[in-house]
C-alpha cells in the first residue's frame, strides 16, 4: 500500500504544480477550480488509505482503543 500512496502523492505534487501553471496562465476560473476538486479528492483517497491500512495493523494487534480512535477519524472523511 505504501507505494501506491507515494505514486498517488506524486500524482498530486503533479496535480498542483498543473493548477499552479493554470493559474499563472489565467485559464478560467472553472478550469482551475475542477483540477483543485481533483486533487484534493486525490488528497483524501491517499489519507483514507493510510487510515484503513494503519486500522488493519492495530485490529490485528488488537489495539481496540487505538482501533476507535482510527475509526472515528475515518468518518470524519
Known sequence: MQDKNLSNLKRVRGQLDGIIKMYQ????????????IA????????????????????????????LESIIKELFKY
Open 39 to 66: 486533487a484534493r479528492n486525490s488528497l483524501s483517497k491517499v489519507g483514507q488509505n493510510l487510515l484503513s491500512s494503519e486500522a488493519s495493523r492495530c485490529n490485528k494487534q488488537r489495539d481496540l482503543k487505538e
Open 25 to 36: 496562465d489565467e485559464r478560467s476560473c472553472v478550469d482551475v477550480v475542477r483540477q483543485v
